[in-house]
């Protein structure tokens, strides 16, 4: 596989469940204060970034997820001033409605076809057991995405995405507390079973200089173990981590595992967006310091070699 450094990396945060207008800038989070977006951004529930990478083979960029609606990845695009058309690939993380809620309006707006990179698994239906019963299941409307010229690319190991994208396919479970979460169903040959997350993937760049850049959308799987499945590919030192951690439905033991393991990689950013859980984001901040950056809508995280 041919992945080619990058020599800067343009995260933008599309969608997230949270949004501060007063949170303060650092040299490598730039904020959306009030004013300088096209209008007001929107915060919900779900995710998507819009990446940008360049290096010795030109400016490449993909979408990461659709959020839970179109409503919010549309709106904030336009207020971002981001054209769906000229989004080159698609790239979804796992089979979760709030990650592809917003792909049909998506492909809608942009009109033409697009490459979808996804695990296999990622279209079968899946489904959550909560204490007042079953959210779901909800399943990738894979024939209507097609008809609105979705290209879909399914892989299950390591795959090179415009040059600069690694996915890592499939995630081993090797860290003993990051185990697969009860209330999560997926439904197999009409069977209703432990949903242990086959398809969700996580992207990971390598930037000159600096190191591996590593995105999650929920870690399902254990953002730990992404993040060793990020190092077996691309042997370098962590030096970013983003996304959400799925720590909110975990007990505190597992969370200070999580802290004390990511502290450990040595990274010199840590963003927990999404899914991560309040207790975890604070557990985060407490013992990160510096390297750790709280995620808003609208935010801009850049990093040049």
């Not at 030109?58 to 659709?66: A, E, K, T």
């Amino acid at each position: 596989m041919d992945w080619t450094e990058t020599q800067r990396v343009r995260i933008r945060i599309l969608v997230d469940n949270y949004i501060d207008v007063f949170e303060p800038s650092t040299e490598l989070v730039k904020r959306i204060t009030p004013g300088q977006a096209k209008k007001p951004l929107m915060a919900g529930h779900g995710y998507a970034l819009y990446i940008e990478a360049d290096g010795e083979k030109g400016r490449h960029n993909l979408l990461v997820d659709s959020s839970h609606s179109d409503v919010m990845l549309l709106h904030n695009m336009e207020a971002l001033g981001i054209n769906p058309g000229s989004v080159e690939v698609f790239f979804l993380t796992h089979g979760h409605v709030d990650h592809f809620g917003g792909m049909v309006g998506f492909l809608q707006a942009r009109g033409k076809g697009i490459e979808v990179y996804t695990h296999p698994d990622s279209f079968l239906p899946k489904l959550v057991v909560t204490p007042r019963g079953k959210v779901g299941p909800w399943q990738l409307p894979r024939e209507e995405l097609e008809s609105l010229g979705a290209r879909f690319v399914t892989n299950k190991g390591p795959t090179v995405v415009g040059d600069y994208f690694m996915l890592t396919g499939e995630v081993p479970r090797e860290m003993p507390f990051e185990k697969p979460w009860p209330a999560a169903k997926v439904i197999r040959d009409g069977k209703e079973e432990l949903d242990v997350f086959a398809d969700e993937q996580a992207l990971v760049m390598k930037v000159r200089n600096r190191g591996l850049v590593v995105i999650a959308g929920c870690s399902h799987p254990g953002i730990i173990n992404m993040v060793k499945q990020a190092q077996r590919m691309g042997n370098e030192k962590v030096f970013a981590v983003i996304g959400g951690f799925h720590l909110g439905v975990v007990d505190q033991d597992v969370i200070e595992e999580t802290v004390m393991h990511l502290k450990e990689t040595g990274a010199a950013l840590v963003v927990p967006c999404h899914c991560t859980g309040f207790r975890a984001t604070l557990r985060l901040a407490e013992v990160l310091g510096d390297s750790f950056a709280v995620n808003c809508v609208g935010s801009l995280i850049e990093i040049e070699s």
